[in-house]
């Protein structure tokens, strides 16, 4: 009778265990990334299996994230980039939009969340931290979300077009390059 | 009945843990001077014990100064800081600025949880809310943890940045921050 009792705590505390953990996901790089200077093109950025943080919502794989069961989630994501540029006069600007989708190469393809950082006066070439806020979403099992830079037709003058450039970038005195936080509700 | 009353505490216990976090929030005042080339220097923001909204994650009594991490594991953090650079200078130049929550061990000084923030010569003299949004890291045991801000990339010297409330809304909240322990997993890889 004892051993029974043991052996029923012991699965109690692994459940327990379980449901302890925070039902979420967090995956960041700290490698910088190159843009190219193509405005209204998506460009994708994208993680490595090395870059996961904390995953307990979902699939990491062949650079794809999938949640594994459907529900209500709160995502958010931010890019800190650098168009790597001066800008030749105080009317030049640089428009660059990131935003996170669900289902890219889908039908049922939707933006998640977006925001747009305006460059523009001598903040050219200073990595600007590009935000999305946490906002709630429904979500299906096997939806996969993924985070996207894209140059607005606004912009004026060229981003930095070297190979070697890298756009995504630490900004100086952080390490934060670019992340994406999944949260199940 | 022992047994029972045992589990009831065992579950407790697991149950208490899910919610380990510390929340802070303030409408304090500070002033900092911010200088450039000075990215490596982290300017912290002053904390008052009577501040804390909610506290089960730090050993805290009255001779405490520093938040030290616990426990080995997996860190939710997000803060808030209300700013204003204070100044006419920025204007045309750099005025990329960083806010969030630093490490602090024997051999390393980092953000772990940051938001860059570009001013120029629209935000340059008003009151900007900088939201550090949720990050997830994995903190070791003894590390101490602190909200800082630092130059990041200025072109000028910035001197009387104020980290508080306009005058017309003194009881504002210029700062907040919230740390919570999501899993004490082990994890061998470096986060930040």
Known sequence: MRIKNIFSLVFLLFCIHGFAQEPSLYIRSLRSIHLENKPLVPQQIKFRD?????????????ERITVSSPGTFEISAFANINPGVMGSSSKDSIHIE??????????????????VFKYSYGNFDVAAGL??????????????????????????????????????????????????????? | MKNIVFLFFIVLSFTAFGQQSFYYKTNMQQIFNLRVGMHNVFHYVKM???????????????????????????????????????????????GGINFGIVQISEDNEQYVAATRKSFDKDNQDMFSQ?????????????????????????????????????????NCISFSMNIKLISEEDAYQKYF
């Open chain 1, 50 to 62: 090395v870059d996961m943080v904390y995953n307990k919502i979902g699939q990491f794989l062949n």
């Open chain 1, 98 to 115: 990131l935003y996170v989708m669900k289902n890219h190469n889908q039908p049922d393809k939707q933006v998640l969340g977006t925001t």
């Open chain 1, 131 to 185: 935000m999305i806020p946490p906002k709630e979403i429904q979500l299906q099992q096997g939806d996969e979300i993924s985070l996207w830079v894209k140059i607005l037709p606004s912009t004026t003058i060229d981003i930095n077009k070297s190979l070697k450039y890298h756009h995504i970038t630490k900004p100086t005195g952080m390490e934060q390059i670019a992340g994406i936080r999944i949260a199940k509700k």
């Open chain 2, 48 to 94: 008052d014990k009577q501040d804390i909204v909610k506290n089960d994650l730090f050993v805290i009594d009255e001779n405490t100064e520093k938040l030290v991490i616990p426990k080995n594991g997996f860190y939710e953090i997000a803060a808030s800081f209300n700013f204003n650079p204070s100044t006419s200078v920025i204007k045309f130049n750099r």
């Open chain 2, 130 to 170: 900088i939201e550090v949004y949720p990050t997830i890291v994995y903190l070791q045991k003894g590390v101490v943890v602190a909200p800082a801000v630092n130059s990041g990339l200025i072109g000028n010297v910035l001197l009387g940045c104020v980290l508080g409330c306009k005058k017309k809304n003194k």
